[in-house]
């Protein structure tokens, strides 16, 4: 009978740290956002030259989105922990597939800009002329339009698993699908935009940390 105690404990704590791992995303992605956006240039066809002085933060930005994305996957894991025998396998494919899709693409994203940044530190300069450059910054641009179209389609599945389970608060759910429309019907020169996915994993994460602390503390 004891042996079961430390069993049922670590169960209780698993929500609450899977839950910190969420908010761990949504500063690890907003930050990683913020340094890119700031450190290239808009416009695609312009010097690859800027990129070099700037070249530091977004190595740095790079090195964030990756942890982002692991941490992401442990907030899946907590969402399905929530879940427990409640969870619909329909909805429940829909929000592992399109998370983890979400995760592969910006990690295919991190992946293009590491190589031409490296490209541009060792100085070949050249590699990266007649276009390459301006088709780089169009691949890794892509890239991110569908991952943000994944994110969308990951908090309609999130949103709809939360009005059936009751695992976070009905107005969460509604945020969700009204942000998810958003992200699924932006236009691409809206950049900001992808900004809502962090923030709404963040509120969802503390939601479900305060839920948790309710639970623990009844």
Known sequence: MTSEIPLIQQRMRTPRAAGLAGIVFSLLTITSHLLIWFSIPSNPLGPANVVITHSKNISLALNLLSFAGIAFLWFMG???DRLGTLEDQFFSTIFLGSGLLYVAMIFAASAVAVGMLTVLDTGAKDALAAGSYALG???IQAIHIHA???AGVFMVST???TLQTRIAPRWMAFLGYALAAILLLSFESIVWVSLAFPLWVFLFSSCILIGTHTEQTV
Do not use: L
């Open 159 to 161: 949103s709809t698993i």
């Open 78 to 80: 907590v969402v399905r």
């Open 148 to 150: 943000t179209k994944m």
């Open 137 to 139: 910054r169009e691949h």
